[in-house]
């Protein structure tokens, strides 16, 4: 039987799952996920350019390439994804909201900008690369840090209450394991944006095989980081919120 003390699921009480599949602010989320896919489709075309040089003969394939070429993708997919999921639970948009998104994008376009190797040059290029890519992870951190400042906002958590104010124990734990979400994503993308400003500070000394070392070590640190902290995953698996995902009645 579920408890009844401040904070938990109650008996009885459950919300129908397409009202908890809404967005917060659905206007809001609509203009952020649009503006957000043509940041991102600037830089998808960015790589597909480099890709059509080389299929069209104007440019050598060189191996580094698509290992470049994966993980810029890469980037690009997670921040999509990390935006379009996690938008569902948005705030009154200020201006931080405006900017980091638009500076995110022009680090990303920096990183496809020297996911072309350089034989004669391939320690500068690998040293740009490497080092907008912690550029993308330390503003990553900020916009996780903005969403922690806004959630903690007063009128957020008023907006919030009154958007679940049918269930109120839902909203304030909602608010409570949003906090923790944006804490621990802050704590892993400071220490993700170290490790790869240390692999730019090797590329003084650069050798080949540190392009291997690092795709391997960022592809096993975006598997690490979307297996703890993808928000839909996360929210499910907590004890106070999970539970009113698998209900299927309106709230009595």
């Not at 997670?78 to 201006?95: A, M, Q």
């Not at 909602?174 to 400003?197: E, G, P, R, T």
């Not at 960022?218 to 928000?231: C, G, V």
């Amino acid at each position: 039987m579920a408890s009844e003390e401040k904070g938990q699921m109650k008996e009885g009480e459950t919300y129908p799952l397409i009202l908890l599949y809404e967005p917060i602010l659905p206007g809001h989320m609509s203009i952020y996920v649009t503006v957000l896919n043509i940041i991102q489709c600037i830089a998808l075309a960015f790589i597909l350019n480099e890709f059509n040089l080389i299929i069209t003969g104007q440019k050598e394939f060189v191996w580094i390439l698509p290992l470049r070429s994966a993980i810029a993708l890469l980037i690009i997919l997670v921040i999509w994804h990390s935006y379009v999921t996690e938008s569902f639970y948005l705030w009154p948009i200020g201006w931080a909201d405006t900017i980091i998104p638009f500076f995110i994008g022009i680090a990303e376009c920096m990183v496809v900008f020297f996911v072309k190797p350089d034989a004669q040059k391939n320690n500068i290029t690998f040293g740009f690369f490497v080092l907008f890519i912690s550029f993308v992870q330390i503003l990553g951190a900020m916009a996780y840090y903005n969403a922690l400042y806004k959630r903690n906002n007063k009128e957020t958590q008023k907006l919030y209450r009154s958007v679940y104010s049918m269930v109120p124990n839902f909203s304030e734990n909602l608010l409570k394991i949003l906090n923790d979400f944006d804490s621990k994503n802050i704590i892993v993308l400071l220490v993700c944006a170290l490790v790869s400003f240390v692999f730019a500070c090797l590329a003084v000394q650069y050798k080949s095989f540190l392009e291997i070392v690092f795709f391997l070590i960022f592809i096993t640190e975006i598997i690490i980081w979307k297996a703890m902290l993808d928000l839909p995953r996360f929210l499910r698996k907590d004890k106070q919120v999970g539970p009113y995902f698998s209900e299927k009645e309106a709230v009595r």
